[in-house]
């Protein structure tokens, strides 16, 4: 979240603002970033807040070996992808976590607005018991901050987020952004941290040709991701990875520009 808030800041800096876009797509971390970002709290607001030496209520996760394996096999599965997630919510359900009710105010806390915005604005998620993969938005009579808190619910390090009687996952449990969501635009920008995966057609920049659009997916350069330590969920690293992202939008402006400004 601190790199791609560092990034969206840098790029505004030099005459990109991605703010304006007509509609934006979540997942993870990403939920928080762009649910910020449509509902209007500016940039350099969201920019102050990562980098501030005030660190904001919050819990730090770490996924372990073994739930780093589990992604994997989810990543591998054989056959049914849908039965893949499915095996990985039951897990989820199973694990011991901090309770929804604890983590919830701090999604509460990095949403200033808890209104769905004027512009489209996709969150995705997977059912915890299914598997299925779903996508919550302003017409889907599902909160702002319980969509978010869905999206970014990992699965064995945070509570699955229950929505309407079911429990919903992380939704990079599909895919790390789950490009092809945003299918109906004219041009994308991707922003994810990391863009490696077992399955080609789970990775951004496959997801993203397949619409038929001008793009370019834009991942962190190994200068920022040697600021994310080890562990992406520990706010210790907020800072330095927010300043990095910041940096790298110098080096990324001109392949953002060609796409945004086409």
Known sequence: MAWETGLIAGLAELGVDLSTADMFVG????AIVTAQLSTGVPIAELFAGQTSAVIAEELTGSLGVGGILRFMVTGAWWGDHQRGRAWLGRAALRASTPPEAERRPIIEQRLPVHDWPSRPL???AVDAESGEFVTFDAGSGVPLVDAVAASCAVPTVWAPVTINGRRYVDGGVRSLANVDAAAGCDRLVVLSPRIAALRRGDRPDAQAATLGVPHVVISADRTAQATMGANPMNPAYRVPAARAGFEQAAR?????RGVWAS
Do not use: E, I, Y
């Open 27 to 30: 997942t993870s971390a990403g």
């Open 122 to 124: 996709r969150l995705t």
């Open 252 to 256: 990324v402006v001109d392949q953002v």
